[in-house]
């Protein structure tokens, strides 16, 4: 292993940590708000990541609002929803139902780019699809509970956001994507905030919504740096250690015991996930 390569794998697994704390603060906080969670977010972020972008003499400016909007839509969706399935579920669930941004990529390149992806991905999204309905058991109540699917959803907004990353990519720095996302991630999840505004009254209370909130600015921050020296492959694979981080917090903190079905479903999710991840064939253009 490269010492770039070295680098990015203890930045993704650092980013491991930050997202199996950003949930274990998110279930935590109980007395607030969805929108307090991802307002303090934001609100958190801003001051840390403009710097940065003007540091390197990078200029932000209303121009650039338009090409970065799509990516801070579907970043705030994942947040929005992601939050509330970690308000209604136990960990392993919410973490593992949202890590299914892998499976949604193959249908989104068809629709979006009129792309057509192997075989390989075609199979691994079947069978990661195939996890979730195991997970979700259809023929019992749990299928109608909101926040599966607000879980599920987590995952196409992550989809969606990588697609937009990829292609700002192309032209802007990390520090810029980043910057122009949590600017307008602090102004239009200001709205919402005003709408379902709760004080929150217990000091621990507003601590976990903090922790949570750095927490989350610390996995954005180092999973940017892992994508800089490692491939996305790589460290989307090193990703899913969240799930096994998350059922043990689970387990510890709120002494959730997964089933044989939860534990079933992950595997298949987690091995569809992999083989759309490690898939090698180049899409074909319809």
């Known amino acids: 292993m490269h010492q770039s390569e070295h680098t990015g794998f203890w930045f993704a697994l650092l980013a491991v940590f930050f997202t199996a704390g950003m949930s274990l603060f998110v279930k935590l906080s109980s007395s ?9 977010r934001f609100i ?6 403009v710097p940065m972008a003007r540091a390197k003499k990078i200029h932000l400016s209303w121009q650039g609002v ?8 579907a970043g705030l969706g994942s947040l929005y929803t992601f939050y509330y399935a970690l308000h209604t579920l136990p960990l392993v669930n919410a973490i593992t139902l949202a890590s299914t941004a892998p499976l949604f990529l193959p249908i989104l390149n068809l629709i979006w780019k009129k792309k057509l992806v192997s075989k390989q991905r075609w199979w691994a999204a079947g069978i990661g699809f195939l996890g979730v ?13 909101i926040g599966s699917l607000f879980a599920l ?34 102004v239009l999840s200001f709205f919402p905030l005003v709408v379902d505004f709760q004080w929150i009254r217990s000091p621990e209370q507003w601590l976990y919504v903090f922790l949570a909130g750095i927490m989350s600015l610390g996995y954005q921050y180092t999973l940017t740096r892992a994508c800089a ?20 917090l689970g387990w510890w903190v709120f002494h959730e015991i ?29």
């Open 32 to 40: 607030a708000t969805v929108a307090t969670l991802v307002f303090s």
């Open 44 to 49: 958190l972020g801003v001051p840390l990541f």
């Open 66 to 73: 338009p090409k970065n909007l799509m990516r801070s839509l």
């Open 133 to 145: 309905v195991v997970m979700l058991r259809p023929s019992t109540t749990e299928f109608l509970v």
């Open 153 to 186: 959803l987590t995952g196409l907004f992550r989809a969606v956001a990588i697609f937009n990353v990829r292609s700002l990519a192309k032209t802007e720095a990390a520090e810029t994507i980043l910057a122009y996302y949590f600017c307008i991630g602090a």
């Open 229 to 248: 020296h490692l491939a996305t492959t790589k460290v989307s694979s090193i990703n899913y250690l969240s799930v096994v981080a998350g059922g043990l």
């Open 258 to 286: 997964p089933d044989m079905w939860v534990w079933a479903g992950t595997a298949l999710i987690i091995v569809g996930a992999l083989l759309a991840l490690l898939d090698r064939h180049r899409t074909v253009q319809l």
